[in-house]
């Protein structure tokens, strides 16, 4: 079974970047589609982006498009998200998975947190 490690969180102030990386076991990595998902206080868990198993294609939600980029590395067995122009309501705790259905079990997340 695949294990997702996220990292890269923390506190910053709005406008501010962070990038996240995601370090998968398992040698299927390279075959699958990879998405960031974030789940805010109080809410549900929201598909934020993805990256097509090659990486040659990326998809955002409406909301990051434009701040953040999603990118791989498949070498290194690992996903990550480059979080530009925070704002407040990008505070949540950040996941990756599979796309579009979350195969594995997820891991801990990374918390972000953007202060106004």
């Known amino acids: 079974q695949v294990q997702l490690v996220e990292s890269g969180g923390g506190l910053r102030e709005a406008g501010g970047s962070l990038t996240l990386s995601c370090a998968a076991s398992?040698?299927?990595?390279?075959?699958?589609?990879m998405g960031w998902y974030r789940q805010a206080p109080g809410k549900e868990r929201e598909f934020v982006a993805a990256?097509?198993?090659?990486?040659?294609?990326?998809y955002y939600t409406d909301s990051v498009k434009g701040r953040f980029t999603i990118s791989r590395d498949n070498a290194k067995i690992t996903v990550y998200l480059e979080m530009n122009s925070l704002k407040p309501e990008d505070t949540a705790i950040y996941y990756c998975?599979?796309?579009?259905?979350?195969?594995?079990?997820w891991g801990q997340g990374t918390q972000v947190t953007v202060s106004s």
């Open positions: 998975n599979t796309h579009p259905s979350p195969v594995f079990t």
């Open positions: 398992g040698r299927t990595f390279g075959t699958y589609n």
């Open positions: 990256i097509s198993w090659s990486g040659g294609r990326t």
